[in-house]
Structure formats: C-alpha cells, structure tokens
C-alpha cells in the first residue's frame, strides 16, 4: 500500500518502447521473413506494419532501423523494401532485443556489465582504470553485504532475459509445436 500522497513506481519494468519492438519484431517473424522461415526471402515494410498495429509510422520506422543498425534487422531499400530478420525467431532473445532498446542489464549500479564482460563479472573496469578500481558512486562498496545476493539476482534475471526467445514472445513456439504435432499425426 502506498503512502497518502505518494504514487509508486513498477519496481522493474519493460518501457513501452521495448514492449512495442518485441511487437514488431514478431509481426515480422509471423509473416516468416527471416531465414529459414515461410518467407526468407520476403520484407516486411514499416508502413504495413504501423498500418496494421495503427501505431505511428515514425515510431515504427525508427524503431526497425535501430534494429537493422545494431545487426538484428537486414533493410532493403526500395518501392518494395523492408525488413526481414537476420536470424531465425528461436536465436534471437528477449536480452537482445532489450539491449538494443533499453541498452545494457543492470539492476542495480554497482553491478554493471563491462564490454567483453561475462554475466559472472560484472562490476566494471572503466577504461584506463586499472583492475580493481570500479567506477560507481557508492561509498559502501567495499563493505556492502548486499552486493553478492544482488549479483545472484542479477545473474538470474539475466539468463531469463537470454532465455525467452521471441518465438516464444510472439506466440510462434506454441504454434510451430502445434504445427509439428500435427504434422507427425499426419504421417502415422
């Protein structure tokens, strides 16, 4: 319960802008346009889409070219250009696609992923800093009890987010299953 006069605020949440790329990037994974899929060789164009979602166009556009800019998204340009995935929908992750949006995972400051780091090494070495100098602002750093147990929940909501895959976040994992199952009923 809130106190009188104080609103509170989601403790961890997906912005609205990541929710809205994981949407497009599964519109353009249903319509099968990656490789592999129905239509690997297809686009699908940001007009469609935003017309499709009556979302805005600018928004829509701006999203996918982030995406094809951080290698997650192949464009092609032209009359009849768009946007097809660069990997199939069960290689791609929820931790991918957030990074591209909201940048890297860290749920509290003094667990920071450093470039080249690994989810096990997370406390940063900023560059030409030597090994062991971190750079954060908190003074309780080097006696805090609660920076382990926060590195443990770090770590584990960090696999999830490499786990979800946006198959499984666009619906196509229950369908591909489904689509599976019935093809082995077909055959018996």
């Known amino acids: 319960m809130a106190l009188p006069g104080h609103e509170r605020k989601p403790m961890l949440r997906i912005s609205k802008k990541a929710d809205y790329a994981v ?10 346009a990656y490789p592999g899929g129905s239509a690997a060789e297809a686009v699908v164009s940001a007009q469609e889409i935003a017309r499709q979602a009556s979302l805005n166009k600018s928004m829509v556009a701006n999203l996918l070219k982030e995406f094809a800019r951080h290698g997650v998204l192949e464009s092609v340009r032209g009359l009849k250009g768009g946007y ?12 991918q696609i957030l990074e591209v949006i909201e940048g890297p ?34 003074s309780l750093i080097s006696f805090c009890p609660s920076k382990n147990p926060m590195r443990v929940v770090h770590d584990r909501i960090h696999q999830l987010f490499r786990q979800i895959k946006l198959d499984e976040l666009c619906g196509l994992a229950a369908h591909q299953r489904a689509a599976a199952t019935a093809t082995v009923g077909a055959h018996r």
């Open 105 to 138: 995972f860290m749920l509290v400051e003094c667990i920071r992923e450093s470039a080249g780091s690994t989810p096990s090494s997370l406390l940063p070495v900023a560059p030409g800093v030597a090994p062991g100098v971190h750079d954060h602002n908190c």
């Open 23 to 32: 949407f497009l990037l599964g519109c353009i994974a249903r319509e099968g």
């Open 84 to 95: 097809r995935l660069v990997r199939a929908p069960h290689e791609l992750s929820l931790g």
